[in-house]
């Protein structure tokens, strides 16, 4: 069985969407009573969350751009560039926390305390941008990830993968011109207009060339379309490149039952795309996998795809 963990901190409620946002506190409850309810819980380590030092932020997101995010909340605006952004007083303080509590499981991973860790946070990440918040998401807690295991544990190459239904706009501008980090993404396109980026031809930027591939899916299309698109793209690309270490961008909301995107997928999908990439993290990664929490907004079955994710993390068939 592997080391796995499970960051999970009841702090993260405290960032306040208002009434009917989909990107509600109720979807952390939900994934923690599914893995209780699997009897999982005693076979994980639960993480608790610490708030991030600044200079991490710093790799990814301006300084103006935080100050700015501070200020706001700070004043008890309800929203930061976009009415699609929500928040509160204490989101700017939970989001220092989504990112901190990411950054300790990642050391806990390197240190060889886990093997893998699934980090339930909120707010998401691969939306926001180097100045802007977008799409629910103010700090890119993936970026940010990878940044950190770069600079102060020296990997060289990072595989980022990200099968949230929406396109990671800015985690794929954070390292389009940078050969170090290959992105990945499998998103529907076009997705209710959201966010209208991630087209095949994005390959990369100058020294980036090569190192973007975004693989795009129609509404309506589910499991069997997915699995082609994964088995074409990310299975080659991947074994090309080597990661060091393999971050996970996971996002349940192209579920059949989640109305944010009109992809079809399964739940039986997510297991298997979990298998696929525990699989290239044995061969790569010395098993090393570090999964974060992005969209999923379907709460009745988020139970049930976060214990048989973790099922997965665990080794368990």
Not at 9 to 14: A, N, T, V
Not at 192 to 219: I, M
Not at 243 to 263: A, K, N, Q, V, W
Request: aromatic share 12%.
């Amino acid at each position: 069985m592997k080391k796995t963990g499970f960051l999970y901190d009841e702090r993260y409620l405290y960032h306040d969407t208002g009434s009917y946002h989909p990107e509600t506190s109720e979807r952390l409850p939900a994934i923690y009573q599914g893995i209780k309810d699997g009897g999982l819980l005693e076979k994980v380590k639960l993480l608790k969350a610490k708030s991030a030092d600044l200079k991490w932020i710093n790799t990814i997101h301006s300084r103006d751009y935080v100050r700015r995010f501070e200020e706001v909340c700070l004043c008890g605006n309800s929203c930061l560039d976009s009415t699609d952004n929500q928040m509160c007083t204490e989101t700017f303080e939970i989001a220092f926390l989504a990112v901190g509590g990411i950054l300790d499981a990642a050391r806990r991973v390197m240190e060889g305390e886990l093997d893998n860790v699934f980090c339930a946070v909120r707010p998401p990440g691969h939306h926001a941008e180097h100045a802007e918040a977008m799409g629910f998401c103010y700090f890119n807690n993936v970026a940010i990830c990878a940044k950190y295991l770069q600079i102060e544990f020296g990997i060289k190459r990072v595989g980022i993968i990200d099968f949230d239904v929406h396109h990671g706009n800015a985690t794929q501008h954070s390292f389009e011109s940078d050969p170090t980090v290959f992105y990945y993404s499998i998103h529907e396109h076009p997705s209710f207009a959201f966010p209208g980026t991630g087209r095949e031809f994005d390959q990369g930027v100058g020294e980036g060339t090569g190192f973007t591939k975004n693989s795009l899916a129609l509404p309506g299309h589910g499991d069997r379309e997915y699995k082609q698109l994964i088995q074409k793209d990310l299975i080659p690309a991947f074994e090309k490149f080597k990661p060091e270490m393999i971050l996970i961008s996971t996002g349940f909301d192209g579920h059949e039952d989640d109305d944010m995107s009109g992809i079809r997928l399964s739940t039986d999908w997510y297991t298997w795309i979990m298998e696929i990439i525990m699989d290239m993290g044995e061969k790569y990664c010395k098993g090393r996998l570090i999964s974060i929490l992005e969209g999923g907004y379907c709460i009745e079955r988020l139970p049930e795809l976060a214990r048989n994710h973790i099922k997965v993390l665990l080794g368990e068939k």
